[in-house]
């Protein structure tokens, strides 16, 4: 049913939907998941159907949820979407949040179902086709409507291998194929990367207009985890590192060196 990259991923979220909530907790994740917040929650329209495409244990379905919009939480991971239950339960969202399991590449939707479309911590990239996804994102988004979506970050993977010692031919690999290899660092698969130029060239292909691309985040990433833990010790740190990031996370010049990229579309009509 699935082909050999869709198996990997869902092998890998076997373990990781159990923990999935508390893996993430350093400053770099804490700042992540604000940013992302901050540049969806005020594109999401007042009402009406959201696709949460790739939203493994539900965590934005449900921030959307609460602000009463209908959501179709959509993975291919049974482990994660068995999460997304437990936390819809807690929360009271079960009457908000359908849940529907299934590869982001060949979704069974009807073309222009959803007013709005989230697809957020790197399905794209993890997905094995991007030109397949980004063409079922826009298929089942209405005209007019915004698509959101989350991707790992060409020059910043290319920075780190750089970082942690790599040889120059493979940062200069990465550069020119956007394929990150597998390695010591989660996930154990090959992604696919994207610089700005890049995303927008393939949104423009479906008919998407990306409108706003914001790096998550910036200085922060490259930040070594032991100075990112001393942050984490103070909420003063914290909450200055923040502004930092505020203030450079949607510069155009400097967004490509995050971590991920965040990119706003609209889709034309």
């Known amino acids: 049913m699935f082909d050999e990259q869709a198996r990997k991923v869902i092998e890998y979220y076997k373990e990781e939907a159990p923990i999935y909530d508390t893996s993430y907790v350093r400053p770099n994740d804490r700042i992540y998941n604000e940013i ?74 009807r073309a ?71 390695c010591d660092e989660k996930p154990p698969f090959n992604v696919q990367s994207f610089t700005t130029a890049q995303l927008r060239d393939l949104l423009n292909k479906h008919g998407l207009e990306a409108v706003k691309f914001v790096g998550k985040p910036v200085f922060t990433s490259a930040l070594p985890y032991d100075v990112q833990d001393d942050i984490f010790r103070s909420e003063e740190k914290i909450s200055l590192l923040f502004e930092i990031e505020h203030k450079i996370c949607d510069d155009p010049s400097i967004v490509g060196l995050g971590g991920h990229l965040h990119v706003v579309a609209r889709k034309g009509g």
């Open 36 to 109: 992302t917040w901050r540049f969806t929650e005020s594109y999401l329209p007042e009402r009406g159907m959201v696709l949460d495409a790739g939203g493994g244990a539900g965590g934005w379905a449900v921030e959307m949820a609460k602000k009463g919009l209908k959501v179709m939480l959509y993975d291919l991971s049974l482990d994660m979407l068995r999460e997304a239950r437990k936390k819809m339960g807690r929360y009271g969202l079960s009457d908000f949040i359908e849940i529907g399991w299934g590869d982001i590449r060949a979704m069974p939707f």
């Open 112 to 182: 222009e179902e959803f007013d709005f479309v989230l697809c957020e911590a790197d399905p794209i990239s993890y997905c094995g086709d991007p030109d397949k996804a980004i063409y079922e994102l826009s298929r089942v988004l209405k005209p007019k409507c915004f698509l959101v979506a989350g991707v790992e970050s060409t020059y910043f993977k290319a920075f780190r291998a750089l970082r942690n010692g790599q040889p120059l031919k493979e940062v200069l690999r990465i550069l020119d194929t956007g394929i990150v290899p597998l």
